[in-house]
């Protein structure tokens, strides 16, 4: 079997315990490259000696695994880089929360035998595209989370007109909408009020931010449903942010969100259930009424 491991270039403590994973990856005659930005960290930041062999050139992204070493942003831009090849991801948590990151630091021994094992299971999941007038942008990303359209500023709302399928839905005044896939309904969305979607239900979800009416609620829609929209600002731009990543566009753009033909695929240990990461990292139904005095 071949790795191919990606990792964050931000934050060199963060990084230390890929050590640990080449160790296991060796001990069991696994073959693996590094990301080329990811090995020149790895060997500038960290000061990590790494045979060169190891290093993934660009343009030859040919494995069986990949590998994501960071938080959340981290594992989306490995499925984003590794989606048109159809490589499955994992992901070890050197992050705040994690939530797309099952493996933590300390278990990586015991999570790659597993992996090796055959103690896994690999969950697609429904990935969005933009088209801005009907055509993809150049070198525009996949979002697996979520694709949002915000105003620039912090002054005056955006009008957004939206459409469904081609049927008008509402003429939205607010900060910004989001239109989140069923993994992406506890990132951003759920910071905003949305609900938890589980990754199997096929759902997206529409989402304002800071509506200007106490009656804009979520909708969830079949994620094979298309949205469109058309947006008017004060100062005739807005911001169009995939998975984190923004750029600026201008009013008389139509944009449409629909799932892509291209789906994620996360490598899931068995022994990891979802509903333990809703309940250990989001803290679902925490209640600490009985820890406090009377």
Not at 103 to 119: C, F, K, Q, R, Y
Request: charged share 20%; with cysteine; glycine share 8%.
């Amino acid at each position: 079997m071949r790795f191919i491991i990606f990792g964050n270039t931000y934050n060199p403590e963060k990084s230390v315990c890929v050590t640990k994973l080449f160790d296991v990856l060796e001990n069991h005659n696994q073959g693996y490259i590094i990301e080329k930005d990811f090995y020149n960290f790895l060997c500038k930041e960290v000061g990590l000696s790494i045979d060169s062999k190891h290093i993934m050139e660009s343009g030859t992204l040919a494995g069986d695994i990949a590998i994501s070493i960071g938080g959340d942003g981290t594992f989306l831009r490995t499925a984003g880089a590794t989606v048109y090849n159809n490589i499955p991801v994992l992901g070890i948590n050197t992050g705040r929360m994690g939530f797309l990151t099952d493996v933590e630091p300390s278990t990586i021994t015991s999570a790659i035998e597993e992996l090796l094992n055959g103690n896994y299971h690999i969950e697609e999941r429904t990935m969005l595209e933009l088209l801005v007038n009907g055509k993809a942008t150049e070198n525009c990303p996949l979002a697996l989370n979520e694709i949002a359209v915000m105003k620039t500023d912090i002054s005056s709302m955006i009008s957004i007109k939206v459409w469904v399928n081609g049927q008008f839905l509402n003429n939205f005044q607010c900060d910004g909408l989001i239109v989140a896939t069923s993994t992406g309904s506890t990132a951003y969305s759920l910071s905003v009020g949305g609900p938890i979607i589980m990754p199997q239900s096929k759902s997206i979800v529409l989402n304002p931010v800071a509506p200007h009416s106490l009656s804009i609620r979520p909708i969830v829609f079949c994620d094979s449903w298309e949205i469109s929209m058309e947006i008017n600002s004060r100062n005739h731009q807005y911001l169009v942010a995939i998975d984190g990543n923004s750029r600026a566009l201008n009013e008389g753009n139509k944009l449409t969100v629909r799932r892509s033909s291209q789906s994620a695929k996360i490598i899931k240990l068995n022994n990891h259930s979802l509903f333990e990461n809703l309940r250990s990292k989001l803290m679902l139904g925490a209640d600490n009424r009985n820890e406090q005095k009377l």
